[in-house]
Structure formats: structure tokens, C-alpha cells
């Protein structure tokens, strides 16, 4: 099977590959691991995450995009590349045309450095989207319609709230806090109250295994393993989810903050359509237990956390695919 079009939510953290007729291809972490003697790639996605940590000084794992735009080009370039040949196969001999999600806030040289890495990659064309428009189609959001809605997409690096309507963002807000900062709340929470230290690895493995954003009755416990900052020395340790969401709670306010910020600069009509239908929560984070509660006691709005959150965005990149003409207005770049 030719492969003519492809969608990537090119994440912080995570990178989803799309293509239409055949559906999720690739879902990796966005790290690369380079060899520094001659500067070439050894591993991309999973593979390269595994090496976080455990390298020796030769190799180094790099996260290539910072705050969901591009930090490193050459290693973007290799990355995205390696992203498409694993979609497209060996036997391709077409250039596919690539939807590419960036930041609600991404400024003209952050998007064409996006649009140029596609194209060396092997893009025919590169077409570029805002992350919260994409997010609301993969969450059936019908987007061109003159009703209100509101996003909050919760990735890796950002979290972007977005009220939409016809077609376009009416209001936006765009915070760099986002599961990056989660994890490192954990990494300082554990640092602080047990005097051990852990690696960004062990810290996702509690988030995914006890994190909530409010505290609960019945505590999840997660065992861990770190390095006593006294002794020098392994040591075995267990968590609650009380105590993650504690951990997690002032970077949870300002996410509340931000959507709220949002709210004050949304037209009053748009706001009774937002108050009618609730706001949907989506992204990677969006996952954390309880999110959708904690959101609506701060804030007084029903709060839904999207089917398959973490995919919204890749399933959004698959709509304008199909539909490009429909949607043309959604493209930063309309070549």
C-alpha cells in the first residue's frame, strides 16, 4: 500500500505517527540517542529511551523539542525522518504529504523551521495545525460550527487551553507546564521528604502507577527504588497517591489558573456554550486520575477527559487529512 498522507503529533514528550487507512503506526517517545565521537544517530523513540540514565560518556539521549517547538534541529530532522520512513516503509516511492501538530503560540521562525525539517525529511508538503484545533477534532469536537467550545490539552511540555469556534481559536492560553513538570515535582517531593534520589524514569512510573490530582480514601501505593542522598546506597521506598497528588497540586493551580485566565477573555456567549457543555480535558496527562474532578471543584464547570487522550491530536491530523479542503482555514501554512 502507496502511503500519500501521514499525520504526526510531533510532542514534547511523545510522538504519534497516523495513516489514514491504517491507523496508528508509531508511538514513541520523542528522544534520540547520538553517538558524540561522530555525531550520528543510534536509536530513536523507545530504544533511545531505554538509554536515559544508563549511558556511558560517549552517548548522550537528547529530547529534541522544548516546550512542544523544535530546541534541536539536526536532531529533529533525523528524528522526524526516522518517523516517516517507519510509516511510509522501504518500497515507497512517493513523498507523503505530512500534517504536523505545533504549539497554539509558535512563532513564524518555530514554524517554518517545523516545516523545513519536514520537507528534509521527506515531506512533499508540510502542512501545520495548532495542537488545541487538532485536539478537538480527535475529541469530536465539531470545530467549524459558530457554537463555543473549550479544550484543555495537557501534553508533555505544554498545556494549552483553547476556546473554539467556527473553525478558528477565539481564545488561548499557553502554559509550559505540562507532564515534564510533573515529573520533576515527584523527583523534588521524594528528594525533599526521603532525602533519596530518582530519575526521571522511576518518577513517570509513579505518576502512571499512584498519581491523582486530588487526594483519595483509598491510597494507591507504589514501590520504588532510588539512591539514599546520605548513605550513597540503594533504598527501597513506598508512595501513596496522597502524597503524589500533594506533590503535583501547585502546577495543577496554575493550569487551573490558566483556564480560568481564559474564561475572563472569551465573549459571554461563547462562555454559556462552554457552561452548557462542559470542557473536554485531552492530552498524554490527561490521564492522571481524578484531573477532571479537581478541575471542576476550582473552576464550577463539568470537566470530561477525552476518549483515548493521549491520542486526540494524532486522531485530529487524520481529519484534515481526509478532509483538507473542509479545513483549509485550520492550516498555518497553506501552500
Given at each position: 500500500m502507496?502511503?500519500?498522507?501521514?499525520?504526526?503529533?510531533?510532542?514534547?514528550?511523545?510522538?504519534?505517527v497516523?495513516?489514514?487507512?491504517?491507523?496508528?503506526?508509531v508511538?514513541?517517545?520523542?528522544?534520540?540517542?547520538l553517538s558524540?565521537?561522530?555525531?550520528?544517530?543510534?536509536?530513536?523513540?523507545?530504544e533511545?529511551?531505554?538509554?536515559?540514565?544508563?549511558?556511558p560518556?560517549?552517548?548522550?539521549?537528547?529530547?529534541?523539542?522544548?516546550?512542544?517547538?523544535?530546541?534541536?534541529?539536526?536532531?529533529?530532522?533525523?528524528?522526524?525522518?526516522?518517523?516517516?520512513?517507519?510509516?511510509?516503509?522501504?518500497?515507497?516511492?512517493?513523498?507523503?504529504?505530512v500534517?504536523?501538530?505545533?504549539?497554539?503560540?509558535?512563532?513564524?521562525?518555530?514554524?517554518?523551521?517545523?516545516?523545513?525539517?519536514?520537507?528534509?525529511s521527506?515531506?512533499?508538503?508540510?502542512?501545520?495545525?495548532?495542537?488545541?484545533?487538532l485536539?478537538?477534532?480527535?475529541?469530536?469536537?465539531?470545530?467549524?460550527?459558530?457554537?463555543?467550545?473549550?479544550?484543555v490539552?495537557?501534553?508533555?511540555?505544554?498545556?494549552?487551553?483553547?476556546?473554539?469556534?467556527?473553525?478558528?481559536?477565539v481564545?488561548?492560553?499557553?502554559?509550559?507546564?505540562?507532564?515534564?513538570?510533573?515529573?520533576?515535582?515527584?523527583?523534588n517531593?521524594?528528594?525533599?521528604?526521603?532525602?533519596?534520589?530518582?530519575?526521571?524514569?522511576?518518577?513517570?512510573?509513579?505518576?502512571?502507577?499512584a498519581?491523582?490530582?486530588?487526594p483519595i480514601k483509598?491510597?494507591?501505593?507504589?514501590?520504588?527504588?532510588?539512591?539514599?542522598?546520605i548513605?550513597?546506597?540503594?533504598?527501597?521506598?513506598?508512595?501513596n497517591?496522597?502524597?503524589?497528588?500533594?506533590?503535583?497540586?501547585?502546577?495543577?493551580?496554575?493550569?487551573?489558573?490558566?483556564?480560568?485566565?481564559?474564561?475572563?477573555?472569551?465573549?459571554?456567549?461563547l462562555?454559556?456554550?462552554?457552561?452548557?457543555?462542559?470542557?473536554?480535558?485531552?492530552?498524554?496527562?490527561?490521564?492522571?486520575?481524578?484531573?477532571?474532578?479537581?478541575?471542576?471543584r476550582?473552576?464550577?464547570?463539568?470537566?470530561?477527559v477525552?476518549?483515548?487522550?493521549?491520542?486526540?491530536?494524532?486522531?485530529?491530523?487524520?481529519?484534515?487529512?481526509?478532509?483538507?479542503?473542509?479545513?483549509?482555514?485550520?492550516?498555518?501554512?497553506?501552500?
Open positions: 502507496l502511503v500519500k498522507k501521514i499525520g504526526i503529533d510531533l510532542g514534547t514528550t511523545n510522538t504519534v497516523f495513516v489514514p487507512g491504517r491507523g496508528f503506526i508511538n514513541e517517545p520523542t528522544i534520540v540517542a558524540l565521537p561522530d555525531n550520528s544517530v543510534m536509536a530513536v523513540g523507545g533511545a529511551k531505554d538509554m536515559i540514565g544508563r549511558t560518556g560517549d552517548i548522550a539521549a537528547y529530547r529534541p523539542l522544548k516546550d512542544g517547538v523544535i530546541a534541536d534541529y539536526y536532531i529533529t530532522r533525523a528524528m522526524l525522518k526516522y518517523f516517516i520512513n517507519s510509516a511510509i516503509g522501504r518500497w515507497n516511492i512517493l513523498k507523503p504529504d500534517v504536523i501538530s505545533v504549539p497554539a503560540g509558535i512563532t513564524p521562525t518555530e514554524r517554518r523551521a517545523v516545516v523545513n525539517a519536514a520537507r528534509e521527506g515531506a512533499k508538503n508540510a502542512y501545520i495545525v495548532r495542537e488545541p484545533l485536539a478537538a477534532l480527535g475529541a469530536g469536537i465539531a470545530i467549524n460550527s459558530s457554537s463555543g467550545n473549550m479544550i490539552n495537557i501534553g508533555g511540555g505544554t498545556s494549552e487551553v483553547a476556546v473554539i469556534s467556527l473553525g478558528g481559536i481564545c488561548w492560553s499557553s502554559l509550559r507546564v505540562a507532564g515534564n513538570k510533573f515529573d520533576a515535582a515527584i523527583i517531593y521524594v528528594k525533599k521528604k526521603y532525602s533519596v534520589s530518582i530519575g526521571e524514569q522511576t518518577a513517570e512510573a509513579i505518576k502512571i502507577g498519581g491523582s490530582a486530588l483509598n491510597k494507591i501505593e507504589f514501590q520504588f527504588r532510588g539512591r539514599d542522598l548513605s550513597g546506597l540503594p533504598k527501597d521506598l513506598i508512595i497517591s496522597n502524597e503524589v497528588a500533594e506533590a503535583l497540586n501547585p502546577y495543577l493551580m496554575e493550569i487551573a489558573n490558566s483556564i480560568s485566565s481564559v474564561f475572563n477573555e472569551t465573549p459571554p456567549e462562555v454559556a456554550d462552554v457552561m452548557e457543555k462542559g470542557v473536554i480535558i485531552s492530552g498524554g496527562s490527561a490521564g492522571l486520575r481524578n484531573i477532571d474532578e479537581f478541575f471542576k476550582l473552576l464550577g464547570v463539568e470537566m470530561y477525552a476518549e483515548e487522550p493521549i491520542l486526540c491530536v494524532a486522531k485530529g491530523t487524520g481529519v484534515i487529512l481526509e478532509h483538507l479542503d473542509i479545513y483549509k482555514r485550520t492550516l498555518l501554512n497553506k501552500n
